[in-house]
């Protein structure tokens, strides 16, 4: 029989705030007998993605100081630490060794979705297991592994554990965790008195310029009633889950995945695109008393690799692409669509009628001022080449007529 023992080491709360956001280290002990065999005091966070009845849903829970190791085991070569919490969840790991070193060699989380507190509006109630057998969690035997960063361990595309205050030890000898200590990399690049700037962000390179896309709506299914051809770049800025922090990840949409979809009415329009896990909705607008038309709301969501979370956004009050009605908006110029403070949109060679479209084609375009400047300036350039050339000859021909009347007084 084993005995266990679990107790709880409250972590250091300053503000209401602070402690919703920093989670409490919890100390987890394993006993073999009399012995303790694993003792680890850390952090867990759990960032889980499901299917919930309105869409996909994403929740951020911490072990919590009441986990249990009811189901630890200690006996063998094989220690196994079971932290069982709430209705039905259990985080393992798995302890392997070869004498020398010890390591995780399999983290797993089991997952109950009908506990409707911790997952609203589930529309499973499966118990899920997910697990992963890399953890880079690894130390010298009778060492303490210590690991104060933050490292998340992704089980699945929907499953993110982050351990955090990291200190245990398996296979222990004693009752205490060993004073000497194998600190995790990401603890030693901090420490070093190297300035921060050696650390640099690994950013991902931007894209290039997107490939046009040809979107076009029909009324039924021939007669086209909104034409768009645009290049779309996504700009999301969103907490990132391997990093850690708030990035602005860059993204073309390419057309060959993205379907489309969309409704034409008399005074608004919409256009729908859908990239794997991108959604996009477009609406335009009439304005039926000016005679012009605008892109008046955009949203967007979002659930790429590297979110915590999923990204969603708003805005139904934008001005943007303004033309007439019976004409097309035409802008060629890469031009920068502002949505919300954290999403954006970049425009490259875009054409577009919402409304009124005839014959299925663009009617004549009208140029946006960007394009209109551009164009500009070769006319500006091209006209001071032609006064320069204009004041030359005038130049050459003054010379030679007084040249001329020289030789005349001779
Ligand atoms: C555990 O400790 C108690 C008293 O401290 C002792 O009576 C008992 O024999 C010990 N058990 C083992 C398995 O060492
Ligand atoms: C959500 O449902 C879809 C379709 O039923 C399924 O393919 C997907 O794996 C589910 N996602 C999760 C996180 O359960
Ligand atoms: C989910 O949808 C229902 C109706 O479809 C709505 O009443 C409810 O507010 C929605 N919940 C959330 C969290 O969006
Ligand atoms: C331990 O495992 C048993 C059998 O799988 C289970 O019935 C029990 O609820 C578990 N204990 C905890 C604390 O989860
Ligand atoms: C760990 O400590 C125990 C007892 O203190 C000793 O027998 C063992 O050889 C040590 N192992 C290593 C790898 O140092
Ligand atoms: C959660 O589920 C229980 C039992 O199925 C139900 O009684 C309760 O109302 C649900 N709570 C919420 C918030 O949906
Ligand atoms: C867009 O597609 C339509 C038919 O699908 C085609 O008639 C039109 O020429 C295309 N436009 C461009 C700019 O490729
Ligand atoms: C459009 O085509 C689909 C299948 O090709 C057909 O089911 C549908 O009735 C058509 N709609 C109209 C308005 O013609
Ligand atoms: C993306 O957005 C960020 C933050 O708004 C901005 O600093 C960055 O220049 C943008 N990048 C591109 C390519 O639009
Ligand atoms: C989409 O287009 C890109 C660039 O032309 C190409 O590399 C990729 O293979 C295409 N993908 C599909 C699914 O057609
Ligand atoms: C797109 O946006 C419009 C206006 O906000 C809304 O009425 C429509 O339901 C949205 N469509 C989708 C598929 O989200
Ligand atoms: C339509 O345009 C007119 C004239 O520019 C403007 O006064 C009016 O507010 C606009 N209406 C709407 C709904 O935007």
């Known amino acids: 029989m084993m005995g266990i023992r679990q107790t709880v080491t409250a972590g250091v709360c300053l503000t209401l705030m602070g402690c919703l956001v920093v989670t409490r280290a919890v100390t987890l002990e394993v006993k073999d007998g009399n012995s303790t065999c694993i003792k680890a005091e850390l952090n867990a966070k759990f960032s889980i993605t499901y299917n919930g009845t309105n869409g996909t849903n994403s929740v951020v829970f911490a072990l919590p100081d009441s986990a249990s190791t009811d189901n630890s085991t200690c006996n063998g070569v094989s220690q196994r630490l079971v932290a069982s919490f709430g209705d039905g969840h259990a985080l393992t790991l798995v302890f392997s060794s070869n004498g020398s070193l010890y390591g995780v060699t399999q983290v797993s989380l089991r997952y109950n979705l009908s506990d409707n507190s911790t997952f609203p509006q589930s529309t499973s109630a499966d118990v899920v297991t997910v697990e992963t057998n890399s953890s880079r969690i690894s130390a010298s035997m009778n060492s303490t592994y210590r690991c104060l960063s933050s490292s998340p361990i992704s089980l699945n595309a929907d499953v993110t554990v982050t351990f955090s205050d990291v200190r245990l030890e398996a296979y222990m000898q004693t009752g205490n965790l060993s004073t000497n200590e194998s600190v995790c990399s990401a603890d030693q690049t901090v420490t070093t008195v190297a300035p921060p700037k050696t650390t640099p962000a690994p950013s991902p ?126 802008c060629s110029s890469e031009q920068t669509l502002a949505v919300v403070s954290d999403f954006s949109l970049n425009t490259f060679r875009l054409q577009l009628q919402p409304f009124n479209v005839t014959g299925n084609q663009f009617s004549a375009a009208e140029e946006c001022r960007m394009d209109q400047e551009n164009m500009l300036i070769p006319i500006i350039v091209g006209a001071a080449l032609a006064g320069l050339v204009l004041i030359v000859l005038i130049a050459y021909l003054i010379g030679r007529k007084r040249t001329r009347a020289g030789y005349q007084t001779i």
């Open 205 to 330: 390179s931007p894209p290039g310029v997107p490939e046009r896309g040809n979107y076009t709506i029909t009324s039924d299914n021939t007669t086209a009633c909104l034409l768009a051809v645009v290049g779309l770049q996504l700009n999301v800025t969103y907490l990132s889950k391997t990093r850690n922090k708030s990035v602005s990840e860059v993204r073309n949409l390419q057309p060959n995945r993205t379907s489309f979809s969309g409704s034409c009415g008399v005074t608004v329009a919409t256009l729908i695109l859908t990239e794997d896990t991108t959604n996009l909705n477009f609406t335009f607008t009439l304005n039926s008393t000016s005679q012009k038309f605008h892109l008046s709301a955009v949203s967007v969501s979002a659930r790429w690799p590297d979110m915590t979370a999923v990204f969603s956004a708003e805005n139904s009050s934008l001005q943007y692409l303004q033309g007439s009605v019976g004409r097309s908006y035409m």
